[in-house]
């Protein structure tokens, strides 16, 4: 394994002018500088990284801990973190809670043990706050806040994105308009269900109907949306239209239609939430609220890394959605 002091032999020079030629020092002369790397590149030399973040106090590293890495907005917003940190020289460790806090105390832990300088967390759903030993390093808090909780966050703003799109139905004719929400006490899945009341449930009274009759709760899953879907098209009358709290619950709100002879969106207009990749696939290519997953890991990324800024307080981050309109959605049937 080659060392730093052979590539100062090699070079003809010290193993000082070496290391502050590594850490990019402009005192050193340009000769030097090109003797050193030309040296590197001869003998093929890799810098120790632990080593010298150990020596500054730093590892270089970044922990992201997720509740669920199957599902597909998760493991894209992993990739958008994991970018914006290679960009700035961190590599990421990533961990899946299995949306347990237990499990996403041990992850916590286990990445605290490993010196990271700084963790990223999307929060499991019964998570109500973070242990004490994580305030000892920098924290960003992606998607899900945890009230109470004096911690930077980044996410979007859930509410607004639900009431654009429900709005969005509406003016395409739409008054009876169903809803999936997330789990029950989970605070995106209140957001987004408190944005598509706002809209869907006047127009829903004023067909002389109950709102709360069409609306189902269930995890942010595919399986999800086709029993709810199963549940919300035996209503009458049925709804025309089905707002779904993510892409997941959606897509199974299409597939459902297609096993019972449900054309989408002739018969039904279907609209998500995140605009997963499998988004612009599915047949007919779901209308859904994009989330800017580039922008949300870029940010987590440049909080964790403004941590050592005297005296600053948390941080938030609340990021426009986009309405990505595409197949699915049409004018209600006559």
Known sequence: MVKLLDVARHAGVSA???SRVLSGTPTVSPALVEAVEKAIAELGYRPNKLARGLRRQQTQTLGFVVPDITNPFF???ALSVEVAAAARGYNLFLGNSRNSTE???EYLQNLLDHQVDGLVVVPAEETRGLPL???T????VLDREIPGQELDYVGVDHQEGAREMVRYLADLGHQIIACIAGPEGLGVGEQRYAGYAEVAAPLIEKAGLRPDAYVARGPFS????????RSLLSLEPRPT???????????????HCQSVGLTVPRDLSVAGFDDIPLASLVTPRLTTVRQPIDLIGARAVEYILGHDTPERGPLTARLRTHLEVRDSCAPPPR
């Not at 595919?222 to 029993?227: H, R, S």
Request: overall charge negative; cysteine-free.
């Open 133 to 135: 030993s994580v305030r």
């Open 16 to 18: 000082g002018t070496v």
């Open 75 to 77: 493991a894209e917003l």
């Open 241 to 255: 239209a089905v707002f779904a709290g993510n892409d997941q619950q959606a897509i199974g709100v299409i597939r």
């Open 222 to 229: 595919f399986e999800a949306g086709v029993e709810a879907a």
């Open 103 to 105: 499990s996403e105390w």
């Open 137 to 140: 390093t920098p924290v960003v």
